[in-house]
């Protein structure tokens, strides 16, 4: 199993990445840097790769709407070049708030956009000419312009021509394109006993087509961290966030957040938790999220606590462990992450 870190995309940024040399040290693998509307991704992933000298970098995510496929193709293989091979592409579809409300383009066909602009960025990485046709993607442009495009390939020679890509994924139809055609997976709200009952299925039905040419799955999932006997409180860390994605992150009847705590069992609760954060309520709506929804998805308490958790990740499938370190000092995030490369072995 990995040891990654998924870093904060709404601040701290600098601090984080002045500490990552040493958690690097301690055993750190990989970085993911999520892309939301606040600063972008690549930039900082960019600074990063100057920063550190073996950690792996990733977008956790880009996602598939804001940038054109040749233009994330190009930023993959790019990142890849100033990080000497050590870049995975994390997409995913980010939701209507965001993408029709920030970036003004329309929410439309998740799963074929998402199969397609796989499909065209490893042309690309493999410097083909680019010539992809369909409802979705018409490259060169066929219709409606100057008529003077014509198929290009990439000008440089990419450093690796199949860069990993990781597909972040919720509902069945993305899950089971992730598990055929990625590299890597990584859900939300990892919940280790609750996972077969959500994902198996799906990742069965894509594991059943996947490319032989592909490794195993990497299933990427987060935990926040902190060991000790006294530090079970940090677990109310978590509520702020689960308020805002089960409540916040859409709208009624279009919350993929919302629906997977419904089919982790909490359907009263999600229902009240939404009433509560879309009333303005925001601190309440914190309180209702289940003690045992921020428990069990967390590595924070004693160690015993941390190992059987660890277990059950493990248990579940998960390759990749992506850690946020909540200690109170950076020698205890330090320690806390180096006692968790341990145990992983």
């Known amino acids: 199993m990995r040891v990654g870190m998924m870093l904060n995309y709404s601040g701290g940024f600098t601090e984080t990445v002045s500490e990552l040399a040493d958690f690097e040290r301690a055993g750190l693998e990989i970085v993911f840097v999520p892309e939301a509307y606040s600063f972008d991704a690549v930039s900082q992933l960019g600074f990063i790769a100057a920063k550190t000298e073996r950690l792996g970098i990733a977008s956790g995510i880009l996602p598939i709407y804001s940038r054109t496929p040749a233009l994330t193709a190009m930023t993959a293989a790019g990142l890849d070049f100033v990080s000497g091979g050590r870049f995975t592409l994390g997409l995913g579809t ?23 602009l796989i499909e065209i960025c490893r042309a690309v990485w493999r410097r083909e000419r680019l010539d992809h046709h369909s409802k979705l993607y018409d490259i060169p442009l066929s219709s409606g312009g100057t008529g003077l495009g014509k198929p290009l390939k990439l000008i440089n020679h990419p450093v690796r021509e199949r860069i990993p890509v990781v597909i972040a994924a919720l509902g069945p139809k993305n899950v089971a ?3 055929e055609m990625a590299e890597g997976w990584q859900p939300i709200f990892f919940f280790p006993e609750k996972a077969g009952l959500t994902w198996d299925a799906p990742l069965a ?34 509520r702020p966030m689960f308020a805002l994605y089960i409540g916040g992150m859409g709208a009624r009847g279009k919350n993929f957040y919302y629906d997977l705590a419904c089919r982790f069992g909490y359907e009263a609760e999600a229902a009240q938790i939404q009433d509560a954060y879309l009333g303005g309520r925001k601190d309440e709506a914190a309180g209702l999220v289940p003690a045992e929804l921020a ?17 059950a990740y493990r248990e579940a499938g998960v390759t990749t462990l992506n850690v946020t370190a909540l200690g109170a000092s950076h020698a205890q995030r ?8 341990g145990l992983v072995g």
């Open 295 to 311: 428990e069990k998805t967390s590595l924070i308490g004693p160690l015993g606590f941390v190992k059987e958790r660890l277990a």
């Open 205 to 238: 039905e894509g594991t059943a087509k996947r490319d032989k040419t592909l490794p195993g799955l990497d299933v990427i999932a987060a935990a926040p961290l902190a060991i000790g006997d006294d530090v079970t409180g940090l677990r109310d860390l978590t």
């Open 94 to 116: 980010s939701g209507p708030q965001v993408i029709e409300g920030w970036h003004g383009v329309p929410y439309d066909a998740p799963v074929g956009r998402t199969r397609e």
């Open 334 to 341: 330090v320690k806390d992450i180096e006692t968790i490369r």
């Open 177 to 179: 394109l992730a598990a």
